[in-house]
């Protein structure tokens, strides 16, 4: 499985509820690298159905070839089963009351790919992969 | 664009304030806001501008201590706008100073109308309130101070505006206030959408330090969802002791490794040529009164501003 998140400079996620930030380029990069749809959690539904991309709600157990989107919690408990760690990076500092929950290093995933690009609203994002 | 020199809407706002003033609504159990009524006693008017009056619902005494975070939620991170105070169009107000030269409150609906075009000038001139140039080697860019947008430059472009300026630790300027700015900011960017944003200087009676301030935001078009959030940001920098009344600073005793340093010159200052000079220089009577300043400060802060010394006083 591979998991999808977006991240600032202190591994931040949400604050109050709220993503931290969003950029339609991500989106886009996203929806282009997709093989079949997108696996979410309710609290995304909004954000993908905008850029129209092809999703369904995460229920039960994900499959070898799921791709999942995480932004309103920890992805410690999906690590079993994924191989692959897709970050988007922001490069800018927000507040944050809710981060990643691991240290990707310690989970024993390595960078195997990292691409800058600009975004709508975005200076720089930094697309990074993770691979185990 | 609509720009603080806009009288009748500020007058308008004042106004609002002012009727909105002395109702105390229920707070609301989640982020919708109240109708009608303010939970805002402050009283803002520009004769008179009370800004150390606190808000219902909000106290200083509330606020637990600095201890090892930037900011504190209020208010359960629910804003105190009102529904009459939320537009879409884009206007921003800065409190004239008070009786103390201090700065009150500033309310601002953000929009990319608003937003500058260029990258930020020379603020340097301006001494807010408790104002110390002042350095220790604990503290990033050694700067205790900076001088403070309370709406941030990234948001409406305001340079060097007395009443946007508040003297700010380098910890509430960066750590604390920034990460909002860049939040609401690139919200705006990516949306299109306004964000009713006000940020409130909380000075205890007579002190010309502010103990923080308070930083409230809420998106309009979608009522809330994209940004909201209500925080106490506190004026305070890790390892250093403040004297609010003043602004006098002390290294906390308990921290012996950092050395203190403050060196205040005068300057003479060509704005256009930005470059500095010592007040003796014999380039000085040659600067255009128009372009000519005076300085009083450090070396470090005019290079951070962008000006380069005299190659013949080499100041």
Known sequence: MEIIICLDDNNGMLFNNRRQSRDSKVLWDIKNNLQ???????????????????????????????????????????????????????????????????VLSAEGFQITQTVDFEGTSHEKITKEVYER | MIKKGLFVL???????????????????????????????????????????????????KDIPAFSDK???AVNDNTPYFTENEIVADPYEFYSELDSLGRCGVTIACIGKELMPTEDRGNIGQVKPTGWHTVKYDCVDGK??????????????????????????????????????????????????????????????????????????????????????????????????????????SRLNESDSEVSRTEQTNTYVLNTNSKKFHNPDCSSVSKISENNKQVFEGTREELIEDGYSPCGICKP
Not at chain 1, 36 to 46: C, G, H, Q, W
Not at chain 2, 15 to 28: D, M, N, T
Not at chain 2, 158 to 179: F, I, K, Q, S
Not at chain 2, 195 to 214: A, E, K, N, Q, S
Request: aromatic share 12%.
């Open chain 1, 36 to 102: 079949n749809s997108l696996t979410i959690f309710p609290f995304s539904e909004k954000l993908v159905s905008s850029a129209e991309i092809p999703y369904e709600i995460m229920s039960g157990s994900a499959s070898e070839n799921t791709v999942l989107f995480v932004e309103d919690r920890g992805i410690k408990e999906f690590l079993p089963v994924t191989n692959k760690i897709t970050v988007y990076r922001w490069n800018r500092v927000y507040p944050a009351d809710m981060s990643l929950d691991i």
């Open chain 2, 70 to 72: 930037p900011y504190v």
């Open chain 2, 10 to 60: 500020s007058l308008l706002l004042v106004f609002s304030l002012l009727v909105s003033a002395c109702v105390s609504p229920e707070p609301p159990k989640d982020n919708s806001l109240p109708a009608q009524e303010s939970s805002f006693t402050e009283e803002v008017s520009v004769e008179e501008p009370k800004p150390d009056i606190g808000k219902e619902g909000f106290s200083l």
């Open chain 2, 143 to 248: 700067y205790l101070y900076n001088r403070c947008h309370l709406i941030g430059y990234q948001l409406t472009g305001e340079n060097a505006n007395v009443n946007n300026l508040v003297t700010g630790t380098r910890y509430m300027n960066v750590t604390g206030m920034l990460p909002f700015e860049n939040m609401v900011a690139d919200y705006v960017k990516e949306t299109g959408n306004h964000v009713m944003y006000r940020v409130t200087p909380i000075f205890d009676g007579d002190d010309l330090l502010c103990r923080g301030v308070l930083m409230e935001a809420y998106s309009v078009e979608d009522e809330g969802e994209g940004i909201c959030f209500n925080v106490f940001v506190y004026n305070a920098q890790p390892n250093i002791e403040i004297d609010y009344a003043t602004g006098e």
